[in-house]
């Protein structure tokens, strides 16, 4: 998308208009950013690490998320 300089509200803006789920690593986004003003849903996905290795397991549980996440909500997931 080219997005990859793009941050916090800025880049959530851009995100709500083309997706209905910004899935992130970042646990501070919530305290950082008013969710709710957003079109968007949150899914936070806690892990040890964002290596592949480590977030690879919580694939599962992140595709059964999905489809309960609305939009201006934090969901989080894994540890």
């Keep these: 998308m080219g997005w990859a300089t793009i941050k916090n509200g800025r ?7 083309e997706f209905d789920v910004f899935l992130t690593v970042d646990r501070n986004l919530s305290f950082q950013q008013h ?24 694939v599962p549980q992140i595709l059964a998320t999905l489809p309960m996440c609305k939009p201006g909500q934090v969901v989080r997931v894994g540890l």
């Design 11 to 17: 880049l959530l803006a851009l995100a709500e208009r």
């Design 35 to 58: 969710l709710p003003k957003f079109k968007i849903a949150v899914l936070v996905v806690r892990c040890r690490t964002n290596r592949f290795s480590d977030l690879r397991p919580l």
